[in-house]
């Protein structure tokens, strides 16, 4: 079992819907979580970073972190064309993890005009 | 700020050859970590170089080296190439300090090994 579970998707919405995208985990010394976003042959691109349980919101993004039930989520709200892309989880521990991150399988997304 | 610079963003080897993949951080950031993408595995973590020194490393063979110069810039290397080893690979830089592990990667360089 992977330590970080992802749905794959694809996921297809449209325009102006709010998609949820999930990630589940089962290593509880993992104490900061992070959403990216990364379009086709593109590198990896920040969108949210949280530290520890609580629910977090940037515009249009909202990031919640349940740790009692290893469970993240990101709500994308008014959903665009251009947020069509794959959606990545991150997570790592406390310390010196030394720069790794865990990462889910990612979810493609796609927004339908 | 510029943002992590990768060189080179395209690369075909053929089996058996070695590839020197290079990455410039943000400026300031000492802390850079390598990944690998592949469809199959995803995103999964090689090393991690924080003022010259390997902090932690991924389950990854012996063929995989990197190594970071004291401008934080680093390299990785692998040797002895093989089909599989076709992936994009990534680079992340932070500022390596503790608490602060928000990483902000390049665009990557894709591998394609023939």
């Known amino acids: 079992q992977k330590e970080v579970e992802q749905d794959p998707g694809p996921l297809s919405v449209p325009e102006g819907a709010i998609v949820s995208l999930n990630c589940t985990y089962s290593?509880?010394?993992?104490?900061?979580f992070m959403w990216y976003r990364q379009y086709s042959r593109k590198g990896p691109e920040l969108l949210m970073y949280?530290?520890?349980?609580g629910n977090k919101e940037d515009g249009r993004f909202t990031a919640q972190v349940d740790k009692s039930s290893k469970y993240i989520s990101l709500f994308i709200r008014d959903s665009q064309p251009s947020d069509s892309a794959t959606y990545l989880c991150?997570?790592?521990?406390?310390?010196?993890?030394?720069?790794?991150?865990?990462f889910g399988q990612g979810t493609e997304l796609s927004v339908k005009p | 700020k510029a943002g992590v610079t990768q060189t080179p963003r395209y690369l075909i080897k053929t089996r058996g050859q070695q590839v020197t993949l290079s990455c410039s951080p943000i400026?300031?950031?000492?802390?850079v970590s390598w990944y690998q993408q592949t469809p199959g595995q995803g995103l999964q973590f090689l090393f991690e170089?924080?003022?010259?020194?390997?902090?932690n490393k991924g389950n990854f063979p012996g063929r995989f080296s990197g190594r970071q110069f004291s401008n934080s810039r680093s390299e990785m290397n692998v040797s002895t190439l093989e089909l599989g080893d076709s992936a994009l690979y990534l680079c992340?830089?932070?500022?390596?300090?503790?608490?602060?592990?928000?990483?902000?990667f390049g665009p990557g360089t894709r591998l394609l090994v023939l």
């Open positions: 949280t530290y520890s349980s």
């Open positions: 992340a830089s932070t500022s390596g300090q503790i608490h602060q592990e928000t990483q902000y």
């Open positions: 991150a997570m790592s521990g406390f310390g010196n993890q030394g720069g790794k991150l865990i």
């Open positions: 170089y924080f003022s010259e020194t390997q902090r």
């Open positions: 290593n509880s010394a993992f104490q900061y």
């Open positions: 400026s300031g950031h000492r802390s």
